[in-house]
């Protein structure tokens, strides 16, 4: 995706890469974002929290996890970040594991992706991922609705100020 690129700056108040998601104008819903700060300052990662359900919690969590990032080291069937995320917003504490996972072919613009699909023990959570060409992990987590192709025509990079400190 030659269009992501890694920002770099001496003091990092957001992400030093670019974030990859819907934008919040396309989204009938309420939206949350949240960094995952490292002790040094930097960002270790991004996620924002696509809310569709009036309060109740949300349908869909978007991770942007960049290589290094702890939340991307995980177990023999230990769910993604943005999976764990989106159990705990829902207040759902049964223990869920990915079962197995299957890559399939999609294209975005004008790049094809190879997205993991994972299975998990949850049956209502869809659970994609894709590497991006500039390293960011992109995990895509939803709540009771089916992950279609649709959905990768709508992520685009967000602007950066979205991210920043204030």
Known sequence: MSFLRRRSAANPAGPDFDVLAMDPGDWPGDLGAGLLPAPDGSCQGVFLRYDLFGGRG???????????????????????????????????????????????????????????????????????????????????????????DDLYQLLKPLPAEMFQAG
């Open 58 to 148: 949300p349908a869909m969590i978007i991770g942007n996890l960049p290589e290094g990032s702890p939340a991307r080291e995980l177990g023999e069937g230990e769910v993604p970040f943005e999976v764990a995320q989106l159990l705990l917003a829902l207040g759902n504490d049964e223990p869920v594991e990915v079962l197995e996972s299957e890559d399939v072919p999609v294209m975005h613009e004008d790049n094809l992706l190879i997205v993991r699909r994972l299975k998990c023990s949850e049956s209502r959570i869809s659970c994609t991922q894709f590497d991006r060409s500039d390293g960011v992990l992109v995990t895509i987590a939803s709540w009771d609705r089916p992950i279609t």
